[in-house]
């Protein structure tokens, strides 16, 4: 059974930093390009982050550049997303995806065919 399990979730001050994980199981995980992708309500699935397989690639959406860190530890089955410098707009639910594709279209959720059930992130002003 193919499962990812985000956790890290919570509530923070502006400014203030914490750090997403996705555990992956049931997948052979450093064969998946993984990303981040975030949803606030009313909302479609925006893209966050992406890494390529064994991390030699990451991508980023413009509005996280330099605040957010996305890295993998294939060992540990586990991909991360280091949030620092949080902004309320950061506000939403947190889901990590894995995809079969390794190249382009980094961006596209229909590029993902497994994703978490999410984790709230919640940025007070």
């Known amino acids: 059974q193919v499962q990812l399990v985000e956790s890290g979730g919570g509530l923070v001050q502006a400014g203030g930093s914490l750090r997403l994980s996705c555990a992956a199981s049931g997948l052979t995980f450093s064969s998946y390009r993984m990303a981040w992708f975030r949803q606030a309500p009313g909302q479609e699935h925006e893209f966050v982050a992406a890494i390529s397989l064994g991390g030699i690639t990451t991508y980023y959406a413009d509005s996280v550049k330099g605040r957010f860190t996305i890295f993998r530890d294939d060992a540990k089955n586990t991909v991360y997303l280091q949030m620092n410098n949080l902004k309320p707009e950061d506000t939403a639910v947190y889901c990590c995806?894995?995809?079969?594709?390794?190249?382009?279209?980094?961006?596209?959720?229909?590029?993902?065919?497994?994703w978490g059930q999410g984790t709230q992130v919640t940025v007070s002003s």
């Open positions: 995806a894995a995809s079969v594709y390794t190249t382009s279209y980094f961006y596209l959720p229909s590029r993902y065919s497994t």
